[in-house]
């Protein structure tokens, strides 16, 4: 069974960062195409940044040279570094992975950016 537990949320200053991490477990990790995710109040889930089993990676607009996906295959493990936070970041982050056309979500994180 697939599993997915992000951390690394909490309340940060505008300017300021944070760094997620999302441990997963149940698949061949190294094989799959691993995302996050992020959902604002009011808002539909919106794609932050994916990236491939050969590290190639993928990023929306609105947080291109802000974030940074990574992932370490030795611990099955993809991160989000998120630099020069703004407030319209604030939103719950999800990890995903798919295998084979199937979505698996963790249960989300809370990035909070206010003053």
């Known amino acids: 069974q697939v599993q997915l537990v992000e951390s690394g949320g909490g309340l940060v200053q505008p300017g300021g960062s944070l760094r997620l991490s999302c441990a997963a477990s149940?698949?061949?990790?190294?094989?799959?195409?691993m995302g996050w995710y992020r959902q604002a109040p009011g808002k539909q889930r919106e794609l932050v940044a994916t990236?491939?089993?050969?590290?190639?990676?993928n990023y929306a607009d609105s947080v291109k040279g802000r974030f940074t996906i990574s992932r370490d295959n030795t611990k099955n493990t993809v991160y989000l570094q998120m630099n020069s936070l703004k407030p319209e970041d604030t939103a719950v982050y999800y990890c995903?992975?798919?295998?084979?056309?199937?979505?698996?979500w963790g249960q989300g994180t809370q990035v909070t950016v206010s003053s």
């Open positions: 995903n992975e798919r295998i084979r056309g199937s979505d698996y």
């Open positions: 990236i491939t089993s050969g590290g190639s990676t």
């Open positions: 149940g698949s061949i990790f190294r094989l799959y195409v």
